[in-house]
């Protein structure tokens, strides 16, 4: 069963405007974290933000922002005043699972996204 | 500092070929990984280690060996390339934690014919 999921393949945004990129996930683990990364055409992964289970507050990284909705299992990025530069695929990410000494990472299908001048 | 280098970037093989991807890294991490990007796929874990001499196996193993006997590098090896392996392959590392993102390499492109 997919635990990371992002639903849209690609996405359109305006130059300028907010974009918002969607992610569930499932877990049975109640302390688990979320990460969103970049991917530029360059092919290099770019992290951009992160959300713990446990923060009360929504993360936020410059023009960047977590959706967490806990009781959704939503963790939606949320990009301001979009730029040309946003243009890239857009990953989610989950660690859970303590085992062997460490936990493990889940990564979603991405999102591609392309802004328009 | 370098951050996670990887090499070589791009590498054609024969079926039945053998190599190894290199990946090291100078930030002290214990805890290193391989991951392949196929389309539509998303990012799949390979290996991964939490230290010297300490590894174990992700969610598509087979058809790949780690090893890893010093912090620094963390090599993958393909003993019989299959065109199934045609990916990019990123390695990964950050310090043990509940919260540390992870530094990828700059990937690697691998073609099997």
């Known amino acids: 069963a997919q635990k990371i999921t992002q639903t849209q393949p690609g996405m359109f945004v305006q130059e300028k405007e907010a974009v918002t990129l969607d992610c569930t996930y499932d877990?049975?683990?109640?302390?688990?974290?979320l990460f969103w990364y970049k991917q530029p055409s360059s092919g290099e992964m770019i992290f951009l933000i992160y959300q713990g289970s446990y923060d009360e507050q929504n993360a936020t990284e410059g023009r960047y922002s977590l959706n967490f909705q806990k009781a959704r299992k939503s963790a939606n990025l949320v990009i301001s005043a979009s730029q040309l530069g946003d243009s890239a695929m857009y990953f989610c990410?989950?660690?859970?699972?303590?085992?062997?000494?460490?936990?493990?990472?889940?990564f979603g299908t991405g999102t591609r996204l392309k802004v328009l001048a | 500092n370098a951050g996670v280098t990887q090499t070589p970037k791009f590498q054609v093989l024969k079926t039945g070929q053998s190599m190894t991807l290199q990946c090291a890294q100078d930030?002290?991490?214990?805890?290193m990984s391989w991951y392949r990007q196929d389309p539509g796929m998303g990012l799949r874990l390979i290996h991964y280690?939490?230290?010297?001499?300490?590894?174990d196996q992700g969610e598509v193993p087979n058809g790949y060996n780690v090893s890893r006997s010093t912090t620094e590098d963390f090599p993958l090896r393909l003993l019989s390339a299959a065109p199934s392996q045609t990916s990019v392959y990123f390695c990964?590392?950050?310090?043990?934690?509940?919260?540390?993102?992870?530094?990828f390499g700059p990937g690697t492109r691998l073609t099997v014919l």
């Open positions: 877990t049975s683990d109640q302390s688990y974290g």
């Open positions: 930030m002290n991490h214990e805890y």
């Open positions: 280690s939490v230290g010297a001499g300490i590894t």
């Open positions: 990964a590392s950050r310090h043990l934690g509940t919260h540390n993102e992870q530094f």
């Open positions: 990410a989950m660690r859970e699972g303590y085992t062997s000494g460490t936990y493990k990472y889940i």
